[in-house]
């Protein structure tokens, strides 16, 4: 069985998408996944499954469809792909919290960058599914527009590098 790590998209603590861990955890055995665990408020689930990532995502998305009202939107990742993600990171310099990773549906456009407006010193690098972005005064505070962005979902690197933990015991056999 797979490893399989789930991100979702417009999933919070509070307010519009707000969904218990207990909850999502509980769908996802509901759908057969197996060994289901989730990590800190923001819509992140691991599990084993036998089914192609496509259809993992699908059915997770469609089942938070209807739990939600709406899609959230749901990026998964294995734990190899989250391996050559924290490898591939650019700035190195960057505070791991100040490097946020957006996971995408689908690769973004080679141009997507060339909308960018960043008037905070923001750097960004495009990689296959994902978008790396710099942001040196932090996502919180950055005026950052990159239009690219809104079809996915960010994690910093800190939480790239746990999920990619937790996954790799998941892969060993361990609680």
Avoid: W
Avoid at 49 to 74: F, I, N, Y
Wanted: glycine share 10%; hydrophobic share 45%.
């Amino acid at each position: 069985m797979a490893v399989y790590v789930a991100l979702l998209r417009a999933v919070n603590v509070g307010g519009t998408g707000s969904l218990p861990m207990a909850e999502l955890k509980a769908i996802c055995e509901g759908l057969g996944f197996a060994d289901v665990k989730t990590y800190i408020q923001s819509g992140n689930v691991l599990f084993h499954s036998d089914e192609a990532e496509k259809a993992v995502e699908e059915k997770l998305d469609a089942a938070l469809g209807k739990t939600l009202g709406k899609r959230p939107g749901v990026m998964v990742r294995s734990r190899r792909e989250l391996d050559a993600i924290i490898a591939d990171a650019p700035f190195p310099e960057a505070k791991p919290n100040f490097l946020l990773v957006y996971f995408l549906p689908q690769a973004a456009p080679k141009d997507a960058l060339d909308k960018m407006v960043a008037p905070d010193g923001e750097e960004a690098k495009l990689a296959g599914r994902e978008i790396y972005v710099h942001y040196p005064i932090g996502s919180g505070r950055s005026k950052l527009k990159l239009p690219a962005l809104k079809a996915g979902t960010s994690r910093n690197l800190n939480t790239v590098r746990k999920l990619a933990g937790m996954a790799a015991e998941m892969e060993d056999g361990k609680p």
